[in-house]
């Protein structure tokens, strides 16, 4: 996803100024989000003009926001390549700590093959100019869409963890158009515990541009009640907006802004391959994927679309009646046997090899060398989504599995995420 930063209009300088590009994660949504005290999923690493005389003071301000620069890359305004400035790189990424910023970062410097592993799974890079056609904040904070809940679903079952929904919005009072893999704002009603009005949360969308209805008009989430114990009084707590969204009732009316996010598309290629890795509400994107993918009544108003390739989803869950959407998934299993895999990882009845519980990074160790040679192949994107814990744990099995051919998985993940093939939204 590509920002405008509040210095990109001083960034945009005569010839031989000096300019930068933060590449910044972590970012809110917006300026309006800075005071917020929960978690607000990204949708991908944000892109900042700046010029050399602003660096500090555009640092602290993204540091305010809650984000993190993780490299700067210095643009000289006098090269040019076809008519278009090119930018060198700098190896500044320092085992995820924000690059200091009070001496000019060396020009053309070339990252160190032997550099220190720090978190290398963090969220995929979109290039400046991708996807330019794809909709993006139609409506905003102060303007939201104002739908109503059409249903309000429960997805888990009998003796299964928790409470998780599937809603569905209608949409057709307003503007509201997005793609699979994109993200919608919800503003829960009420005021904050300082007394100002709540600020909207980020959740991903479960259902295809045409919605659960193929008919353009709607708008589904998959969203798990937040549900915590209060690490000083032991109450336990639950999520503002989770809870609000939980206990809707058909007819109720939910401010909706969005759509937002350009990270997690999938590819136009009919005949990729898609690896998918979720945890629990991390199938929101995947199940939109896979409707596009596989569904029937999606292939018939997608004529442009037909599907050919091959998809791998790799599902962690607590138990059996946590596997969200399980019947859908299992149709498309049964019905597309040579183009969809299902690999499910049961922490709580499945043990790993160990004795432990089997959670989705284990899975993908025990299937390692079949997924590394899936992504060696130009054409598969990787799509990663749910909890960040799960991340160092696929890291370490790609990277054995890797090793064995003398690549550097860390080195390697790096050229994915410059040719777009590999996605990561955790949280």
């Not at 596997?323 to 498309?332: A, V």
């Amino acid at each position: 996803m590509y920002y405008r930063g509040a210095v990109e209009g001083a960034a945009n300088t005569e010839s031989g100024s000096r300019v930068f590009v933060y590449e910044v994660v972590g970012l809110r949504q917006s300026e309006e989000t800075d005071q917020t005290n929960y978690q607000i999923r990204n949708s991908g690493s944000v892109f900042i003009r700046v010029p050399y005389s602003r660096m500090n003071q555009e640092m602290r301000r993204i540091t305010r926001l809650g984000g993190r620069i993780v490299s700067i890359q210095p643009v000289s305004v006098l090269q040019q390549t076809n008519g278009k400035a090119t930018s060198a790189k700098s190896a500044h990424e320092e085992n995820g700590n924000a690059t200091p910023v009070n001496a000019e970062p060396p020009v053309q410097q070339q990252p160190q093959k032997n550099e220190t592993k720090g978190k290398t799974m963090t969220q995929a890079k979109a290039k400046k100019d991708a996807h330019a056609d794809v909709p993006v904040n139609i409506y905003r904070p102060n303007a939201p869409y104002i739908g109503k809940c059409i249903s309000n679903e429960a997805l888990v079952g009998e003796n299964g963890i928790g409470i998780v929904q599937h809603l569905k919005f209608d949409l057709s009072g307003g503007n509201l158009r997005y793609i699979e893999g994109q993200s919608i704002g919800i503003i829960p009603p009420g005021l904050d515990k300082n007394g100002k009005p709540e600020k909207l949360r980020l959740y991903s969308i479960a259902s295809t541009r045409h919605g659960d209805d193929v008919d353009d008009k709607t708008v589904s989430l998959c969203v798990r009640q937040l549900e915590y114990k209060h690490p000083e009084t032991g109450e336990t707590v639950y999520g503002v907006c989770s809870t609000y969204l939980c206990n809707l009732k058909p007819g109720d009316e939910v401010k909706i802004t969005g759509p937002v996010g350009k990270e997690m598309l999938l590819p136009p290629d009919e005949d990729a391959n898609v690896i998918m890795m979720a945890t629990g509400t991390g199938i929101a994107p995947m199940r939109a994927y896979l409707w596009r993918m596989f569904k029937d009544a999606e292939r018939a108003v997608n004529p442009e679309y037909q599907f050919k390739g091959f998809s791998w989803l790799i599902f962690g869950v607590p138990t059996t009646p946590n596997i969200l959407y399980k019947e859908e998934l299992e149709e498309i299993q049964a019905k597309y046997p040579d183009n969809f895999r299902l690999t499910y990882a049961i922490s709580r009845e499945q043990k790993n090899p160990q004795g432990g519980r089997m959670y989705i990074q284990d899975r993908v160790a025990e299937h390692a060398d079949e997924l590394w040679s899936l992504i060696k192949n130009e054409k598969t994107h990787t799509y990663i989504c749910g909890l960040r814990g799960m991340e160092d744990g696929i890291d370490a099995a790609l990277s054995a599995a890797a090793a064995k051919e003398g690549i550097n998985w860390s080195d390697y993940q790096k050229e994915l995420k410059k040719a777009g093939r590999w996605h990561v939204e955790t949280y």
